[in-house]
């Protein structure tokens, strides 16, 4: 058994044990206090295209995945949420699926997938998969034949008859542009929150609730371990499809963001496929507030395990996610704050800065250059100190950044090419060439993050033997798991360690409280753990978000005493004093007493 494997079912044993130490009980039936397996947990994200090329073809599959499980298992972390491996056209990266029961060739088969799954469960990793609910394919045979209004089949989807001439509202899709088109076998126009490729599922019909329970039901009896399921607070949409106010943004996204039956279908499908608390249940819900979050989640809302809302990563967006300003430390650490209170008895959190969906956020939170190494591993230690379950994305743990893109024939992304082509193209668009939007583009786009893992310095950075479907970064000579694997002061090393140390029940159950939440570069807070005849467990988290030292002096109603060093991207005291000067992208992590070893100096960054 390795040591990751070894530490999993320690964790394992950990959560079964009902948490003896503080007397909370074990329990599979969910609310406040309970603890199922993925309240304990770290989540891998794979996003598969992007993390192994196994036949070189330049995109990556699912045996490249298997041939890196090895690496996954000595992270040590305790489940892989892989995005969609579906049989799909590939208009938006697999997020238009054609057939939910099929693994697309590019990816491998049925077989593949299997072995995936049981090598992952042989080390004692879970396997949660990516879900698409809210649109298919227009190429899925339940739109073919809706098209062709074949009995059940032809209220699949959301048609309406009119002119050609006349989009029945005016609402936009998340990709830019009108959210409905023309279909001219069936003479009528349909829904598409996103790409025109991506017809929108009408939940309204039982039918099309019902065909996907069964779904996902076959899933489970595959053996996987729960969804993340994509832009689920969409699904229900009013009837009359009533114009949307453009002042709000995307038009029409206050009819569908948390629509007016979301609730009813999500209880019923939690109710129906999802009631086992032991499935992990991740809901993407797009513009939603605590209080939202709360009616998704737990048996007291809908069922969901947790959910992603994206406050955290898009507050400093203008009018569009392409005018995002230099983020604001004050406010950034706010909208934390108030979801780690809003959620802390009723609820639950879900904690990333990376997906596939965000740019790097070593590049835009951090400083990926002079402190590349320091800033990764200080932003890493802010998601596995919070409450909640951490998710690290592909590359994080490498401290990859966003990459260069030089001309618009570098860009894959959907949303960026559609995004160029308005700005660029269109006679009413605001820039005459991509030079003008190549800033946005290196900042926001997603394609910074499905830029390929960086293994080594071999050509391609050892992602193929091909010419991989995207440019591999730059870095990667320097940058990569092979240097790290041999650095013990690496981010790669630095995250197995913050992964161990979520062992501790005050980084899961603690309560939070935000100190200095007006400071400028600084954000500190405490996490507090109170015991049944014990003293309380209690942690000390301060982080420097800046490029200068910085002093912090420690607030008189926080204990310092009985503290003591468990984890720093610097040379730091083993015991805190009143007053703690900090270095530049400096991270802390003090904790009650109970043996450790704390970090030693950060090796100068490269």
């Known amino acids: ?129 990516d879900l ?15 098209r062709r209004e074949e009995g059940a089949y032809a209220d699949y989807y959301h048609w309406v008859e009119g002119s050609p001439d006349e989009r029945p509202n005016n609402w936009e899709s998340a990709f830019g542009g009108p959210a409905w088109s023309w279909d001219d076998e069936r003479e009528a126009w349909y829904l598409h929150l996103f790409d025109e490729s991506q017809p929108d599922l009408n939940w309204r019909n039982p039918e099309v609730r019902a065909a996907v329970r069964e779904m996902m039901q076959w899933w489970l009896d595959r053996g996987i371990d729960g969804f993340r399921m994509d832009v689920i607070n969409f699904i229900s949409k009013p009837a009359g499809y009533p114009d949307g106010a453009p002042e709000l943004g995307m038009s029409g996204a206050e009819h569908f963001f948390n629509g007016p039956r979301v609730h009813e279908y999500l209880s019923e499908l939690c109710e129906e496929v999802l009631a086992d608390d032991e499935i992990l249940a991740v809901g993407e819900t797009p513009g939603v507030s605590v209080d939202d979050a709360k009616r998704y989640v737990g048996r007291d809302g809908d069922g969901l395990s947790m959910v992603f809302q994206f406050e955290h990563v898009t507050f400093d967006h203008g009018d569009s996610k392409w005018d995002a300003g230099d983020p604001d430390l004050v406010e950034f650490k706010q909208i934390l704050a108030k979801w780690q209170t809003g959620l802390a008895d009723d609820g639950w959190n879900s904690l990333y800065l990376n997906n596939h969906d965000q740019p790097r956020a070593l590049s835009r939170f951090g400083n990926d250059e002079e402190y590349r190494r320091k800033s990764a591993k200080l932003l890493g230690t802010l998601t596995h100190t919070l409450g909640g379950t951490p998710f690290v994305f592909q590359g994080e743990a490498l401290g990859m950044t966003n990459a260069p893109f030089e001309s618009r024939d570098a860009i894959r992304d959907v949303e960026a090419l559609n995004y160029v082509e308005s700005a660029v193209d269109d006679p009413d668009g605001h820039a005459d060439s991509y030079a003008d939007v190549r800033e946005a583009i290196e900042t926001v786009s997603r394609d910074n993050a499905r830029t390929p893992m960086q293994w080594s310095d071999d050509e391609h950075a050892g992602f193929t033997d091909g010419e991989p479907w995207i440019d591999v970064n730059p870095n990667y000579e320097t940058v990569n798991l092979e240097r790290a694997r041999s650095d013990p002061d690496s981010v790669f090393h630095y995250y197995r360690e913050l992964i161990d140390l979520r062992e501790r029940d005050v980084l899961v159950d603690g309560d939070f409280e935000l100190l200095a939440p007006d400071h400028p570069s600084l954000f500190a807070y405490t996490r507090t753990l109170e015991r049944e005849d014990e003293n309380p467990e209690r942690a000390l988290v301060v982080l420097n978000f800046d490029d200068e030292p910085t002093a912090f002096a420690v607030p008189d109603g926080v204990t310092v005493d009985g503290l003591e060093l468990a984890l720093t991207n610097d040379d730091a005291p083993v015991v805190p004093g009143r007053s703690l000067d900090l270095g530049p992208w400096e991270a802390r992590v003090y904790l009650t007493s109970r043996p450790t070893t704390a970090r030693t100096a950060d090796q100068p960054d490269q």
């Open 132 to 146: 698409v609910v809210n649109h298919t394919s227009d190429q899925h045979e339940w739109f073919q034949r809706s």
């Open 1 to 129: 058994m390795s040591g990751a494997n070894s530490r999993r079912s320690e964790r394992r044993a950990h959560e079964q044990s009902g948490r003896a130490s503080d007397g909370r009980e074990a329990s599979m039936t969910g609310g406040a206090g309970e603890h199922q397996w993925w309240k304990d947990a770290v989540v891998y994200q794979v996003y598969p295209q992007s993390f192994q090329d196994s036949d070189g073809d330049g995109v990556g599959d699912l045996q490249g995945v298997i041939d890196r499980v090895d690496y996954i298992d000595d992270l040590g972390v305790d489940a892989v949420w892989l995005n969609p491996v579906y049989e799909s056209p590939q208009h938006d990266n697999g997020y238009d699926i054609s057939d939910y029961r099929a693994i697309d060739d590019r990816y491998g088969n049925m077989a593949d997938w299997e072995r995936l799954r049981d090598e992952l469960h042989e080390r004692d990793v879970r396997l949660i998969m």
